[in-house]
């Protein structure tokens, strides 16, 4: 069995199936066989069976990886006489699974003016009670991003 490092493969039930250790095949031989078809992610070997005879049967279920957000900020308030702006950066890792989107909530009372980071497509403000901004980028990211509010 193979998934992509985004998908989780939990293994159930097996019947006339028995289990084999993948460190056992070669590196080689791995990567030959799982060749990515065109547009799709590369797969990952996962589980492997032996049996000797049909029928035999398995129960396989498979979950979504969820991504795992950090976000450390660094921030500078400027005090003026018609105004105080506060300016942030944000350094974002995703961890885990990639993100296509996030989502940041900035109370209500505040006006964005600008937004820009790296790999980012657009934002757009949700009119929400909790003041939301959904962040969107140009790709799935994972790692480091920075991302700069005032």
Do not use: C
């Not at 757009?124 to 920075?146: A, C, L, S, W, Y």
């Amino acid at each position: 069995m193979a998934a992509p490092d985004t998908v989780q493969v939990q293994v159930g039930a097996t019947k006339g199936l028995n289990a084999m250790n993948v460190a056992d095949f070669s590196p080689e031989a791995v990567t030959a066989a799982l060749q990515a078809a065109p547009g799709r992610a590369p797969a990952a070997l996962k589980r492997a069976f032996r049996y000797q005879s049909a029928p035999f049967s398995v129960v396989v279920s498979a979950t979504r990886v969820l991504p795992e957000i950090r976000v450390v900020e660094k921030g500078s308030l400027s005090v003026a006489d018609e105004r105080i702006v506060l300016s942030a950066q944000l350094g974002v890792t995703v961890s885990k699974a990639g993100v296509f989107s996030l989502r940041l909530r900035v109370p209500k009372e505040y006006d964005v003016e600008t937004l820009t980071g790296e790999d980012l497509s657009h934002w757009d403000e949700v009119d929400d009670p909790e003041g939301n901004i959904v962040v969107h980028f140009n790709k799935q990211v994972t790692g480091m991003r920075t991302l700069n509010i005032v």
